[in-house]
């Protein structure tokens, strides 16, 4: 306990992740709420496949680097916005490389 507590006091600070559930909620509190795409809702029921739900469906597993760009927003939104300091600089950089164009993701295994 006493090693875990000398790691989080000494790693590097941010306050990336707080702002991006402020950014959420704020959207939330604003009715800015998007409807999830049909093919990202639940299609473990009888009917479902009648509604549209799951069609489509890109299982990220089944993709080199269990990664495949799909929308999963009907309008694009981003709330996460990782700094360059300590670990967050290598999300950061994985992050930039995931929205890359295709050429990019596929010489990193992404694709």
Do not use: M, W
């Not at 704020?26 to 009648?50: F, H, R």
């Not at 299982?59 to 009907?74: E, S, W």
């Not at 999300?91 to 010489?107: E, G, H, N, V, Y």
């Amino acid at each position: 306990l006493a090693q875990a507590v000398t790691y989080v006091s000494c790693a590097p600070k941010s306050n990336a992740s707080y702002l991006s559930i402020e950014k959420a909620t704020q959207d939330i509190k604003e009715n800015k709420v998007q409807e999830v795409p049909d093919d990202l809702k639940d299609a473990n029921y009888s009917g479902a496949e009648t509604l549209g739900h799951g069609i489509g469906y890109k299982y990220a597993h089944d993709y080199p680097g269990h990664f495949v760009k799909q929308k999963y927003t009907r309008k694009k939104v981003r709330y996460y916005e990782p700094t360059n300091i300590g670990y967050e600089a290598k999300i950061k950089a994985r992050l930039d490389k995931l929205s890359a164009k295709p050429d990019a993701r596929q010489k990193d295994g992404l694709e």
